[in-house]
């Protein structure tokens, strides 16, 4: 009976709205569908009363209806909320009270509207949701003519930590030192809990390599009580351990590229790692590698974070006893285009000499060994960048190919500084990287120090700067790299230019060694298809007329022209030891020659 009352059609003669004042009069008016003298089901009147109500200034609205001789006079009356005079919020302590005035301050002397209130209220809550803060309005009520809000912020209770075994997901016993872990977690007891903050760090520990998961579970705390501004919780942190150290052997292809021989850059190694030593988060190192004329012994121990150092300051100590290639800039020339070798050309080759003495050299094969040992301190100077101290003691010699040491080149050209048969020196560096949007900035300045007169006394500056810039699925590369050398210098401790990642289309060390340098290069990348990308590229290196300023002009007397550029085309796959690169590049001589790296460019 009811459901055919509600669509019966009654007759409305007359529709009035009362209580409002003139200009909501009219805001009211202008929402109803209905007009006078026509019929309307109880429905339709209804909706229409609900349509005032939906305009968002009454806080109550309802239907009279009374008969007259014509048909029914619809009267709705409705109650005006109050005007808005100002807010009041409990409970609110990380939201900014300015904040609050903005969200309502075009509302102020105004009658209140639920709609416009109410989005004032979301831009709070959102604040809440945007800064990753555990708070929300949770209430609000007019007194007179002013809101109160209501407020709550999740305050942490305690942290704990929680090791769980892999397999089962249960509570184990754990192999690092608590403390290690814990000194990385930013939010405290009696913080209000931000999300953004526990995802940083999670990240944190998760860095630290030690884990193969970690998570953080917020959940009430015992002692928190219902109802109130201030809710309680209890932040547990969950971290599955990872196997930290064992033996490794393997082989492979150094990224060097300054082996000789038929399979050049070859090498085998073995390694023993440690990356949690003590339970402290310390990693402790020994690794062998050797190819056809490389090798590298190193042992190396670094603390990532010192004693709990309010800084994050980190330490690196390191031993290692290294022989590398030294023909990018003692090896003999023969021509880049493929003429006669001898002195004055351009690449470098074995010359086929029989007379070679031991003081230069067999074949014109030399390697530079190296014996040195530091220690280095680091530490973030801000959120993009981090400064490195720290000083280097090293001992050099310069071996021919019959494992002797020798003071000249084949050209007769002084190769140790000193006047024994290996040079020392004591150097300090300092290091700073910045890491922008797209960008990166190295800069490293090194000074040794003549704590004995036979000791090297000279100060090596070096600037590397790489910007990346999107075009579409394109990204180009552009990075450019430089140095300078004042004081003592020694041939092997020259800028090198010329090479895999230095000028390509060149042969390592092939256009020059100088005591100052820059390289610069640009790479187009596009997309081939996965996992391949492909590249387009030049390279410009020059040793800036520097080259006659290293002792024994090593340079020059091979005919290297101090300058030269590249360009040529690649290809490259992201691997777990970076990107591997295989290009092919020509020189200004219109000369090819493919390479191999291992890592970016420069």
């Known amino acids: 009976k009811e ?111 639920f709609e416009n209130f109410g989005r004032a209220l979301g831009q709070l809550n959102k604040w809440y949701e945007d800064k990753g803060i555990f708070g929300q309005v949770t209430d609000a009520d007019m007194k007179g003519n002013v809101a109160e809000l209501r407020m709550k912020e999740a305050r942490i209770s305690r942290v704990s930590l929680k090791f ?39 990240d944190v520990v998760h ?52 082996s000789d021989g038929p399979v050049p850059g070859f090498v085998g190694s073995c390694a023993y790692s440690q990356r949690n030593l003590f339970g402290r988060n310390q990693k402790l190192s020994a690794s062998i590698e050797i190819g056809q004329a490389d090798s590298l012994f190193k042992i190396n121990h670094s603390d990532p974070w010192v004693g709990g150092d309010q ?43 029989s007379n070679s003495s031991s003081r230069s050299g067999d074949q014109g094969g030399i390697l530079i060994g190296r014996l040195l040992g530091g220690v280095e301190y680091s530490r973030p100077l801000s959120t993009s960048l981090s400064g490195t101290a720290g000083v280097q003691y090293q001992r050099t010699r310069v071996l021919g190919e019959n494992g002797q040491p020798i003071v000249t080149d084949y050209y007769g050209n002084p190769i140790i500084f000193s006047h024994k048969d290996y040079d020392e020196l004591l150097v300090g560096v300092l290091r700073s990287v910045y890491n922008g949007n797209k960008s990166q900035l190295v800069m490293s300045m090194e000074q040794a120090i003549p704590v004995r007169q ?11 700067a790489e910007k990346t810039i999107k075009a579409g699925f394109t990204r180009l590369v552009v990075t450019t790299k430089g140095g300078m050398i004042l004081g003592d210098l020694p041939p092997y401790e020259a800028f090198s230019i010329g090479g895999t990642n230095s000028v390509r289309g060149y ?34 290196g020059s040793d800036i007329d520097s080259g006659p300023t290293v002792m024994g002009d090593p340079a020059g007397c091979r005919g290297k022209p101090g300058s030269g550029y590249g360009y040529g085309v690649g290809v490259r796959v992201d691997s777990p030891v970076g990107p591997l690169r295989l ?5 200004d001589k219109r000369v090819g020659r493919f390479h191999f790296g291992i890592g970016y460019h420069g």
């Not at 393997?250 to 990224?255: D, H, L, P, Q, R």
């Not at 980190?314 to 003999?332: D, E, P, V, W």
């Not at 036979?454 to 590397?464: E, H, I, P």
């Open 454 to 464: 036979d000791f090297l006394n000279f100060n090596r500056l070096r600037v590397r």
């Open 164 to 202: 769980l075994n892999p397999e089962t997901g249960e509570q184990c016993i754990g192999k690092t030192n608590p403390d290690v872990i814990m000194k990385n977690i930013t939010i405290k007891p009696g913080q209000v809990y931000n999300v953004r903050q526990a995802k940083s760090d999670i």
């Open 311 to 353: 800084h994050r300051t980190g330490r690196n100590t390191y031993l290692q006893n290294m022989r590398t290639s030294g023909n990018a800039i003692h090896g003999k020339a023969v021509d880049e285009v493929g003429g006669v070798s001898g002195p004055g050309v351009t690449q470098l080759d074995a010359l086929d000499v």
């Open 207 to 258: 860095a630290m390599g030690l884990f193969d998961d970690v998570n953080i579970v917020p959940q009430p705390a015992e002692d928190s009580i219902q109802g109130s501004d201030q809710p309680k919780i209890v932040l547990t942190l969950n971290v599955v351990e990872r196997k930290t150290g064992g033996f490794s052997a393997g082989g492979g292809i150094s990224a060097s590229q300054s």
């Open 3 to 113: 459901a055919v009352q509600a669509q019966e059609r009654i007759l409305i003669s007359e529709i009035d709205v009362k209580g409002a004042s003139a200009e909501l009069l009219q805001v009211a008016t202008q929402s109803l569908v209905m007009k006078p003298n026509f019929a309307y089901t109880l429905k339709e009147v209804q909706e229409d009363v609900n349509r005032v109500f939906s305009t968002g200034y009454f806080s109550s609205c309802h239907p009279v209806a009374e008969d007259t001789r014509d048909g029914v006079r619809l009267t709705i009356e409705v109650k005006e909320n109050p005007k808005l005079t100002g807010v009041v919020a409990t409970g609110a302590d990380m939201l900014p009270q300015s904040l609050i005035e903005e969200a309502f301050e075009d509302q102020y002397g105004k009658t209140l509207n």
């Open 507 to 540: 042969g390592e060390g092939a256009v020059g060694t100088g005591r100052h340098y820059v390289v610069g290069s640009g790479e187009l990348h596009f997309p081939l298809f996965s996992p391949l990308e492909g590249a387009l590229f030049a390279d410009y």
């Open 583 to 587: 290009e092919y590049a020509w020189n």
